[in-house]
């Protein structure tokens, strides 16, 4: 009966994210006593549409047509105790400076390394180009660091279903033998691969 409750007590409550801050870097993030869950992918992946889609707030987190739109650290609370999720610049955009974004790219790969309170990664890869090298090179880091990824093939929903089931097929083949890493398929327009990814985001915060 108790572990019942407090299973109850520890659904993570999606839908009421709230914006908490933007921060340019690491030092600026507020203190680290939430665990956070964070999404990464190449610009335009959709990550911040999948945020939306599940938190069921279109106005959350901001969405673009224009590639690098995020480029700041967006972190979001919950009501649920200790529980953030936290929208990450995307990475390899070549349409600004190198300088900028060679200083992107050290904000997120110092976040990702030495934020302690990060409990797992969310990978989105569109699924027509998925686990492009930069994309490989962020599997093989969590894996390094001990770190779960989830990856999502987005924009299910651009493919019919026989292409969309063989490049996840593809993926899963690709990742089998690494430990804590798995894959799915999501479309936000439809709201198709939402539980599954709140299944998995619980249960990183139900191991802690
Ligand atoms: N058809 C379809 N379009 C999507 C989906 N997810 C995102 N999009 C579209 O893809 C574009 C980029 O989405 P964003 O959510 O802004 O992508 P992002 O990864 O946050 O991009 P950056 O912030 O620039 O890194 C927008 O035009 C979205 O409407 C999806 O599942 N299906
Ligand atoms: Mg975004």
New binding site residues.
């Given amino acids: 009966m108790r572990s019942e409750t407090q299973a109850i007590k520890r659904q993570i409550a999606f839908d009421s994210a709230r914006f908490l801050t933007s921060a340019p870097n690491l030092a600026a993030c507020p203190e680290d006593q939430s665990y956070e869950v964070a ?1 990464a ?13 599940l938190t069921r707030n279109s106005k959350l ?11 700041l650290i967006n972190l979001f609370s919950t009501s649920t105790s200790n529980f953030r999720l936290v ?5 390899g ?1 070549a349409k600004v400076s190198a300088s900028m974004r060679q200083s992107w790219d050290q904000n997120l790969a110092q976040y990702l390394e030495q934020r302690p309170n990060l409990i797992g990664l969310v990978l ?1 890869m ?1 699924i027509r180009h998925p686990l492009r090298p930069e994309d490989q090179t962020f599997v093989g880091w969590c894996h390094q660091s001990g770190l779960p990824v989830h990856l999502v093939l ?5 493919l019919k279903q026989g292409p969309a089931n063989q490049a996840l097929h593809q993926v899963k083949t690709a990742i089998k033998d690494l430990e804590n890493t798995s894959v799915q398929l ?5 709201g198709s691969g939402l539980n599954q990814l709140k299944d998995r985001i619980q249960s990183w915060y139900d191991q802690q």
């Avoid at 992918?41 to 889609?53: F, L, M």
């Fill in positions: 999404f992918g190449r610009s335009n992946a959709g990550k911040s549409s999948c945020i939306n889609a987190a901001r969405t673009s047509k224009t590639p690098g739109r995020t480029q929208d990450l610049p995307g990475y955009f989105l569109d987005t924009k299910a929903d651009k999501l479309s936000a327009p439809k």
